[in-house]
């Protein structure tokens, strides 16, 4: 397998795994928790190395997690004081957490060379290396970081299977979630675990600063022209896919870093779609004057 066709393999499922769980974030309204998460799990992964000794193990993973899972803890308990202002309760946590990372990877690990660029924005080449490919025998099945996100992104959609009503109640109709009985709140927090892992298993991938436009940008593209839940959860699905396609083959050509790529290309599709349905709310009011004047 060559080094290109691994890394458009951890392209298209990068953006695919990210996009699935920000559909719930963007109708929730909490976008920005992926960016406070997205810092604060350097901690948990460096605590993770230390205590599994691999960047790879699934020690790692929960432990870098569960730190992603102290911005959403934190900016909660801080909201209820009441003594915060606005959104500062998530300005206040994942800014420190992500400081102690740095400072844990430079003392702890500091024998352990870290791009600085690696951390914010990925590295795809580097993961798409030969000696990172999962070989059984003479049989080669790609990136191990794309199995990762494989994973990831099932466990995603199995959850968002079980739970989709309760999703979708807790989301448009809460107070009715409520009074069935259904569990909103754990679901919500299953969620936002889940969100969690997820950032966490493409930090290698997209970085602490570009995961944020991979979980969030497709679906948000698709919530422009999607009418109903199913229809923005394919669609994000989409974008993602098509973004990430784009993004790699416009890398590949101009020697550019392929995440950083798809990111724009992410921005470039939401532009474009909502221009596009400007341009077509511009023409439905126009001819609504016409009908109206003409009456």
């Given amino acids: 397998m060559s080094l290109a066709t691994g890394v458009l393999m951890l392209a298209i ?29 350097l901690p948990g992964i460096v605590v993770g190395v230390i205590l599994s000794g691999s960047t790879h193990s699934f020690l790692m993973a929960v432990a870098a997690a569960l730190m992603g899972m102290l911005v959403v803890l934190g900016a909660n308990w801080l909201k209820s004081t009441g003594l915060i202002a606005g959104d500062a309760n998530q300005g ?3 800014p420190f957490l992500f400081a102690l990372g740095v400072l844990l990877l430079s003392t702890t690990l500091k024998n352990v060379h870290v791009c600085e660029d690696t951390v914010l924005t990925g590295d795809m080449n580097l993961n798409a290396l030969p000696t990172e490919h999962l070989i059984y025998g003479n049989l080669t099945f790609g990136p191990e970081a794309f199995w990762h996100l494989v994973m990831v992104w099932v466990v995603n959609a199995v959850f968002i299977a079980l739970t989709y009503q309760v999703l979708k109640l ?40 570009l995961v944020v436009a991979l979980v969030i940008v497709p679906p948000a593209t698709a919530y422009l022209w999607a009418r109903t839940l199913p229809q923005m959860l ?14 790699f083959e416009i890398a590949y050509f101009l020697d550019l870093p392929t995440s950083a790529m798809m990111a724009v290309m992410d921005g470039v599709f939401f532009l474009g779609a909502l221009g596009l349905k400007e341009l077509v709310q511009y023409f439905r009011r126009g001819r609504a004057l016409r009908s109206l004047t003409a009456v």
């Fill in 170 to 209: 807790g989301i448009f109709d809460p107070a009715l979630a409520r009074t069935l009985g259904f569990p909103v709140k754990l679901v919500d927090w299953l969620l936002m675990f889940l969100v969690s892992l997820t950032v966490v298993v493409a930090f290698d991938t997209a970085g602490a600063i």
């Fill in 92 to 94: 206040l946590i994942f």
């Fill in 234 to 247: 394919i669609g994000g699905q989409v974008v993602a896919v098509i973004s990430a396609v784009l993004g």
């Fill in 13 to 41: 499922m990068a953006s695919m795994t990210c996009a699935l769980p920000g559909t719930f974030l963007v109708l929730k309204r909490q976008s920005m928790l992926v960016d406070g998460m997205s810092h604060a799990v």
